[in-house]
DNA sequence: CCCGAGATTGACT
DNA sequence: GTCAATCTCGGGA
C-alpha cells in the first residue's frame, strides 16, 4: 500500500485526474476507489479560479496536495484535490467505487441504493461526511488517506457535468466500464493508460 | 442593493 | 421529462 508522491500533484490538472482513477480515496476510514474526476485551471472559463481568488475558492490557490472544498447550489460540498504547474488548478472528484464504511456511508446517506452512494460529487461528500471544515486541508495526512492503486486498462474521457463555459472541452475522465460512474460518457473512448503512479500495491 | 447563474440532487408529473 | 432547495459570486441599478 503507497501513498501518492507530492510531486504527482504538481503535474498539470488533467494529467492528475487521469492519474487518480484506480486510487483510493478514505476519509476517516471512509471511502472507495475513484472511478470519476474532472479537470480545472485558471486557463479555463468553466473553472473557478479562472476570475481570481476569492473567499470561496482561496484554497485553490494554495499549495498542491490539498483540499478545495466548495458549496454546490448553496446545499452540497464539493471535494476538489488542489494539483496543477501554476496556481489554481484542482481536479474534482465525482464518484468512487465504494469500498471501506459502506454501513457508515448508507446511514449518512440515508439508506440509498448501494450505487448512490458515493456516484456525484455531492454525494460522495456526503457519504463520506466531508464539509468546508476541511477546506484546505493537507491530503497526505489525516483525516485524508490517498493510496495508489491498480491503473485501469482504459480511461474514458467526455466534456465535463453541469457547466456552460467552454462546455466542448474533454476534462471528464472515468474508469471504461465502471458501474460506479455518476453518468455514462456516450462514444468518447480513450485507449490512453495513465502516467506512472498507479502501480498496483 | 438586487438579482440571476451556478462544477447538484431528489422529488415529482 | 420538470422543478425547487439555498449559498456565493459578479454584474448592473
Redesign the pocket.
Known amino acids: 500500500m503507497s501513498s501518492l508522491p507530492p510531486q504527482f500533484f504538481a503535474l498539470d490538472a488533467d494529467t492528475v485526474a487521469r492519474g487518480l482513477l484506480g486510487a483510493t480515496l478514505l476519509f476517516q476510514g471512509v471511502g472507495g476507489v475513484i472511478v470519476e474526476t ?1 479537470s ?1 485551471d485558471t486557463a479555463d472559463p ?4 479562472h ?2 481568488r ?4 482561496a484554497s ?1 490557490f494554495g499549495v498542491v496536495a490539498t483540499a ?1 472544498v ?7 460540498w ?1 471535494l ?1 484535490l488542489v494539483c496543477g504547474t501554476q496556481p489554481g488548478g ?1 481536479v ?1 472528484i ?1 464518484a468512487l467505487h465504494p469500498t471501506h464504511g459502506l454501513d457508515v456511508m448508507a446511514t449518512r ?2 439508506l ?1 441504493t448501494e450505487r ?1 452512494l458515493c ?6 461528500t ?1 457519504a463520506l461526511g466531508i464539509s ?1 471544515e476541511h477546506d484546505g486541508l493537507p491530503l497526505d495526512a489525516e483525516p485524508f488517506q490517498l493510496i495508489a492503486g491498480a491503473a485501469p486498462a482504459i480511461v474514458v474521457v467526455g466534456p ?6 467552454n462546455a466542448a472541452a474533454l476534462r471528464r475522465f472515468g474508469i471504461a466500464g465502471s458501474r460506479w460512474l ?1 453518468r455514462g460518457f456516450g462514444r468518447e473512448v480513450s485507449t490512453q493508460s495513465v502516467p506512472r503512479y498507479n502501480e498496483g500495491h
Open positions: 474532472e480545472y468553466a473553472s473557478h479560479s476570475k481570481g476569492t473567499s470561496r475558492n485553490m478545495y466548495y458549496r454546490s447550489y448553496g446545499i452540497h464539493c476538489n484542482a474534482l465525482r446517506r440515508g440509498d448512490l456516484g456525484g460529487p455531492g454525494r460522495l456526503q468546508i465535463r457535468i453541469g457547466i456552460t463555459k455518476s
